[in-house]
């Protein structure tokens, strides 16, 4: 079974709002990362948050982790219409040496 | 530099058939991953690579077989395909098995009729 969960699955705002997507997972983690697709292409990494980590920031990203919780946020701001993708989070569990992702959440930025 | 590469980039097969779909990268990363992604769905794990000369299966490796032929090229080979292994085939490369980003590949898309 998939650990992360991204919420929402879907996700439609305009150009210049910010987009907030959140990962819960099920098990302890060593990190979580996130990870952008465009459409018919293979994923790219954003952003690998550690789990002694609370917050972490990348241009107009912004990433937090709240280990208590079992959850993760990806912040967008000032979105662009290139920002649309589908995003991933992923998440490597203590006990193991591979990641394990989510079914993402699919960003749409209108102009 | 090509990063990671992946070959053929579409393949329809019939039932039955058999293919090996390639890997390679040029990035001198010791770790390498087989992915596949089903439509709306996130990535799941088909079989890894830690090191050169170490394979593991992942999360769902039936009907499949892999080879880490050196430490550039690791290949997924499907011996009898089925419609269930319809999908887009995803080769991801690291630098080690452990709190490392993955590079991903382009995508193989087969469809088994």
């Known amino acids: 079974s998939q650990q992360g969960e991204e919420d929402p699955q879907a996700l439609s705002i305009q150009e210049g709002e910010n987009a907030t997507m959140n990962c819960s997972y099920k098990t302890s983690i060593n990190n979580l990362q996130w990870y952008r697709q465009n459409s018919g292409r293979g994923l790219v990494h954003l952003i690998l948050?550690?789990?002694?980590?609370r917050e972490k920031h990348s241009g107009r990203l912004r990433v937090t982790l709240d280990t208590s919780k079992k959850s993760s946020s990806l912040l967008i701001t000032a979105s662009r219409a290139a920002d649309t993708a589908s995003y991933f989070c992923a998440t490597e569990e203590t006990s193991g040496s591979r990641l394990t992702f989510g079914e993402g959440t699919q960003l749409t930025v209108n102009p | 530099n090509a990063g990671v590469t992946q070959t053929p980039k579409f393949q329809v097969l019939k039932t039955g058939q058999s293919m090996t779909l390639q890997c390679a990268q040029d990035?001198?990363?010791?770790?390498m991953y087989w992915y596949r992604q089903d439509p709306g769905m996130g990535l799941r794990l088909i079989y890894y690579?830690?090191?050169?000369?170490?394979?593991d299966k992942g999360e769902v490796p039936n009907g499949y077989n892999v080879s880490r032929l050196n430490k550039r090229e690791f290949s997924l080979r499907l011996e009898s395909a089925a419609p269930s292994q319809t999908s887009v085939y995803f080769c991801a490369t690291a630098w080690g098995p452990i709190t490392y980003e993955q590079y991903f590949g382009p995508g193989t898309r087969l469809t088994v009729t």
């Open positions: 948050i550690r789990s002694n980590e």
């Open positions: 690579s830690a090191s050169e000369g170490t394979t």
């Open positions: 990035m001198n990363h010791n770790s």
